[in-house]
Nanobody
Framework: QVQLVESGGGQVQAGGSLRLSCTAS??????MGWFRQAPGKEREFVAA????????YYADSVKGRFTISSDNAKNTVILQMNNLKPEDTAVYYC?????????????????WGQGTQVTVSS
């Protein structure tokens, strides 16, 4: 049974930090990613990382501010978000990631967890 459980969201002021966590089980994938969906917008890629740690990928909008890491023993993927901006406000989801290319990363599964809300106020 596929399970994706995201946690760590909350409300912060611009410039603040949050640490999101995702625990995955029930499927195998060479990479995991974070995606987000803001109100009225389509879901978009944020960051991805191979489980081996050999490669990481970021959307241009979060480069230099977000860091993706993993705890392989716990099947957990972490997203450290610093210097948050109001435009980062969204529901954040994790999923297996399909790395089509360095700038083309899409969800590899149709299954989504409940997500975790991140709200950044100005």
């Amino acid at each position: 049974q596929v399970q994706l459980v995201e946690s760590g969201g909350g409300q912060v002021q611009a410039g603040g930090s949050l640490r999101l966590s995702c625990t995955a089980s029930g499927f195998s994938s060479s990479a995991m990613g974070w995606f987000r969906q803001a109100p009225g917008k389509e879901r978009e890629f944020v960051a991805a990382r191979t489980w081996s740690g050999s490669s990481t990928y970021y959307a241009d909008s979060v480069k230099g501010r977000f860091t993706i890491s993993s705890d392989n023993a716990k099947n957990t993927v972490i997203l450290q978000m610093n210097n948050l901006k109001p435009e980062d406000t969204a529901v954040y989801y994790c999923n297996a990631a399909w790395i089509r290319g360095p700038t083309t990363i899409t969800p590899a599964s149709d299954y989504w967890g409940q997500g975790t809300q991140v709200t950044v106020s100005s």
